[in-house]
């Protein structure tokens, strides 16, 4: 952790969390480690985007990644900090990283319009501005990198944080093929050769597998009788090699070292492109209390849905010296990913990577019982935009309002501006929408009113809607998409515009 240049006494959470970087140390590429970055002026921070080799089922990987000098991925930031960052370019292409959840003036925000275009291979562009504590994360926003693993934590820490001297413990999740990103669009978006990248018992067919959930399973999903579909959702899009949890599988987990009986704060970020997960904290009870980094008031349990791209806080108190899984588990499959809390000299044994049930979609039921910390000031909306989910399988295409990115109309709004947005889902899958610039709160779950979380993403349901308000507070060009990266390439992100951008 950054101390704002000021030597302190390390706490014991500094001295844990540094023996989890340790632990967690990845093989660089030679020619990366070898390529330093250029030295960082005064006070600011160095982040190289960059490539990498995992090893996944064991076989080599070659990833992107986004990491620090001291190899750490990501940025992590202490209360007060700016985020000062200079992003050095090794990635041997042109790239572009979103600063996702944060609310920098649009020109940072990390996203290629014509005015912030891509960073070519080998520079180095700055940023500055003043970040919102909680737990995000940064990845890629050019073509099909995220897909790559141009993803990494970005995390802010708050001064209530410091007092509650939590042992701060990351999980980063993804989805990850050996196929390239091309070859797993290409498979979904040509006619022919389409079924090569979805599994067979894709939730279209219905009739084996994953997916094929059963009606009665329905309000399951956050929606009322009257809305069930007659037929089960669609989920994962693309039949992946591996699911990972920091970079690691089961097989071989990232194994975090807790004191016995320890305080933790778990910050979980849903990096993949193409997949939603069931957080399952076992024998633990953890209390949700943020959700995509804004605090809510606290929610019990042990079995939590999180959508791509989302984020939970969830704060574990470990009841003994054991050794407890932190498990995340792929909906409509038995495939699982996860970490392990470990407590000093407790028996790790080896967590099998598939659970003995498939899980069930991710659905709004956390969503239902959450409530903002600090909500929006009531106010009745200036602007309603209503946003039309449309699209299918066959062919692979997803618009918004009929448009197909980057043929859109943008949804105009104005400063000073309480805005609401009312997604309307047409389709047979769920759709996390998110609105870049802006943290908005959710106001309505398939038409029941809610006085909800304030977040950047939020699930919208097979055949549901979700309304959600925010004050128009920072003017530019904002991206409004389907975290779904393949829906998002095929179509499925608008724009949100302020008057007098260009
Ligand atoms: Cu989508």
Redesign the pocket.
């Known amino acids: 952790m950054r101390s704002n240049g000021k030597p302190t006494r390390p706490t014991r959470r500094q001295v844990l969390a540094s023996g989890v970087a340790a632990a967690g140390t990845i093989a660089f590429m030679p020619a990366l480690r070898a390529a330093a970055a250029p030295e960082p002026g005064a006070g600011r921070i160095s982040l190289t985007a960059g490539n990498r080799i995992l090893a996944v089922n064991g076989k080599p990987a070659p990833v992107f990644g986004l990491f620090s000098p001291n190899g750490k991925p990501g940025v992590t930031l202490a209360p007060g900090e700016r985020f000062n960052v200079d992003l050095v370019n090794r990635a041997g292409t042109s790239t572009i990283i979103h600063w996702h959840g944060q609310l920098p003036p649009w020109t940072q925000d990390g996203f290629p319009w014509p005015q912030t275009p891509p960073i070519p291979a080998g520079e180095t562009r700055s940023y500055d501005y003043a970040p919102i504590p909680g737990t995000f994360w940064m990845h890629a926003h050019q073509g099909l990198q995220e897909q790559n693993l141009m993803t990494a934590p970005l995390i802010v820490h708050s001064a209530e944080d410091l007092r509650a001297d939590r042992q701060d413990v990351v999980l980063l999740l993804h989805d990850f093929s050996f196929r390239t990103p091309d070859e797993l669009l290409a498979g979904l978006t040509k006619p022919d050769s389409s079924r090569s990248a979805m599994p067979m018992s894709h939730g279209r067919t219905t009739t084996n597998g994953s997916g094929s959930m059963g009606a009665t399973n329905m309000s399951a999903m956050g929606m009322g009788p009257d809305r069930a579909p007659d037929r089960a959702p669609d989920l994962n899009d693309i039949d992946y090699d591996a699911f990972l949890a920091n970079d690691r599988t089961l097989a071989d987990p990232d194994v975090i070292p807790t004191e016995a009986g320890g305080r933790v704060r778990l910050r979980l970020i849903n990096g993949a492109s193409a997949t939603q997960f069931w957080i399952d904290l076992g024998a633990l009870t953890g209390t949700v209390v943020a959700a995509d980094g804004h605090p809510v008031r606290p929610v019990r349990g042990s079995r939590f849905p999180l959508a791509m791209a989302q984020r939970l806080d969830v704060l574990i108190d470990l009841p003994g010296n054991g050794a407890y899984p932190i498990l995340a588990q792929v909906e409509g499959k038995r495939a699982r990913t996860g970490i392990i809390l470990a407590a000093s000299g407790s028996f790790v044994s080896r967590v099998a990577a598939e659970a003995g049930e498939n899980a069930p979609p991710v659905d709004l039921s956390l969503e239902r019982s959450l409530e903002a910390f600090a909500p929006l000031a009531p106010r009745a909306p200036d602007v309603t935009h209503r946003v039309v989910?449309a699209?299918s399988m066959a062919p692979y295409r997803?618009s918004l309002n009929g448009d197909y990115w980057p043929d859109v109309n943008p949804l105009m709004i104005a400063k000073g501006q309480r805005v609401a947005i009312e997604f309307v889902n047409r389709?047979m899958?769920?759709?996390?929408?998110h609105l870049h610039g802006h943290a908005f709160q959710v106001t309505s779950l398939n038409g029941a009113p809610l006085a909800g979380a304030v977040r950047d993403t939020v699930l919208v349901p097979p055949m549901g809607n979700v309304g959600i308000a925010f004050d128009a507070d920072n003017p530019g060009r904002w991206a409004l998409h389907?975290?779904?990266l393949y829906?998002?390439m095929t179509g499925?992100m608008t724009e949100v515009r302020y008057p007098a951008i260009i």
Not at 429 to 433: D, L, R, V
């Open positions: 989910l699209g997803w389709t899958m769920a759709h996390p929408m389907c975290h779904n829906h998002m499925m």
